[in-house]
């Protein structure tokens, strides 16, 4: 029986030229140095503001490339934008946006079998914005669920599938929408999914839904406590540890003692999103 530890990092919001956080993500990377895990897996919002200003991506892809381990990344939302007329920072995924993100990190998707299980990662971001990526992305997920062997899967993504109810018909953003989440919901239906991880929401959260257990992961950048939600979410900074022993698994949040709680609710209640922060360049970034 084989044995596997993944680390599950997300909303890390890079950038050269707005490093608020910069100095949470270089305790972590001396968190994997001494974890050494097989795998890391970052879940969306690598960068700070990449729709706008590509060389975030740029950046970004630097500082994934300083992990001496595995890993692969999914796009967020403020890596190539989002789904849906009604952007909320007005940032559309788009064919530009895409090219972006594939000229830095290669495919927005990914199947890794890993011991007995099957690790599958989809771009959320393009479900639900009818482009002709998302019909190709639908056609991989049917395949590699049907395909996996029986072995159990494990699902990652950037969004939320929902907050609290699969019903739910928000369109705010903080989630899938209300159309592509029941195809969604179906596929998962008909495979042997185990558990659903995904980032964007800042906090820790676990719950149960059907088959399967869901799991959001923290950010290693900012909190932002005003925000309330209906179901119980720890709103710290941190990442996930999953470990598979055989068919097994367990997760654990992981809240490094050297990471920086930091609390933007005044900012962000007051101009409504992060990406127009002031710039504060790094000095010298590696």
């Known amino acids: 029986m084989s044995s596997y530890t993944v680390v599950q990092v997300s909303d890390t919001h890079l950038s050269r030229t707005h490093g608020y956080f910069y100095d949470n993500w270089l305790v972590f990377l001396a968190e994997m140095e001494a974890l050494t895990p097989d ?18 991506l740029d950046f970004a892809k630097i500082q994934m490339d300083r992990l001496r381990c595995d890993w692969l990344a999914l796009p967020g939302n403020h890596d190539i934008g989002e789904p849906g007329e009604n952007t909320r920072l007005g940032q559309s995924v788009n064919a530009e946006r895409l090219r972006c993100w594939t000229r830095c990190f290669g495919a927005d998707r990914f199947c890794r079998d890993l011991g007995e299980w099957r690790l599958i990662g989809i771009n959320s971001e393009l479900l639900g914005s009818g482009l002709s990526e998302e019909t190709a992305q639908n ?20 969004k939320p599938l929902f907050v609290a109810d699969p019903t739910e018909s928000d369109l705010s953003g903080s989630c899938l929408l209300p159309e592509p989440r029941a195809r969604l919901l179906q596929h998962l239906a008909d495979a042997r999914v185990r558990f659903v991880a995904c980032g964007h929401l800042h906090g820790y959260h676990r719950s149960r839904f059907r088959e399967f257990e869901i799991v959001w992961c923290p950010t290693t950048a900012f909190v932002d406590p005003h925000m309330t939600w209906p179901v119980k979410v720890s709103n710290r900074v941190g990442y996930v540890q999953w470990h598979f022993d055989g068919e097994d698994f367990e997760h654990r ?3 490094p003692p050297l990471f920086a709680n930091m609390d933007l609710t005044n900012w962000t209640r007051t101009t409504g999103t992060t990406i127009n922060l002031p710039a504060r360049p790094l000095a010298r970034p590696a």
């Open 39 to 56: 795998l890391v897996l970052h879940s969306g919002d690598l960068s700070f503001n990449a729709p706008d200003v590509p060389g975030d």
């Open 139 to 158: 056609d991989f997920l049917e395949q590699t669920m049907a395909s996996a062997g029986g072995r159990p899967i494990g699902l990652f993504l950037h």
């Open 253 to 255: 949040f992981v809240e």
